[in-house]
């Protein structure tokens, strides 16, 4: 089993930035791959960020390439999403994920079988 506590949303104005983090606890963080997830009101949830198990390899949505960068602290049990240059079409409720299953991060949802609850990312014009 792995928990996933999500902290760090807000609002913001374009432009801006956040930091958003998630907390594992529970199974060995260090054998899952790390994700985070985004759904905007009336659309479906979209893979933004992924990273692998050894924190060497990073995955990215065309929509945020050059703007967010995700990391992993093993020795904190966290995974950070940067968020820079922030724009209105960014705002969402954002989700970590964790697949148990030692694969390389995928865009694909439901390849990741725990989930965070979610936190809101808001951003105005």
């Known amino acids: 089993q792995v928990q996933l506590v999500e902290s760090g949303g807000g609002s913001v104005q374009a432009g801006g930035s956040l930091r958003l983090s998630c907390a594992a606890s529970?199974?060995?963080?260090?054998?899952?791959?790390m994700a985070w997830f985004r759904q905007a009101p009336g659309k479906e949830r979209e893979f933004v960020a992924g990273i692998t198990r050894s924190g060497r390899t990073t995955y990215y949505a065309d929509s945020v390439k050059d703007r967010f960068t995700i990391s992993r602290e093993s020795a904190e049990n966290t995974v950070a999403l940067r968020m820079n240059s922030l724009k209105p079409e960014d705002t969402a409720v954002y989700y970590c994920a964790a697949d148990s299953l030692r694969r390389p991060p995928s865009s694909d949802s439901n390849r990741y079988d725990y989930w965070g609850q979610g936190t809101q990312v808001t951003v105005s014009s």
């Open positions: 529970g199974r060995t963080f260090s054998s899952t791959t």
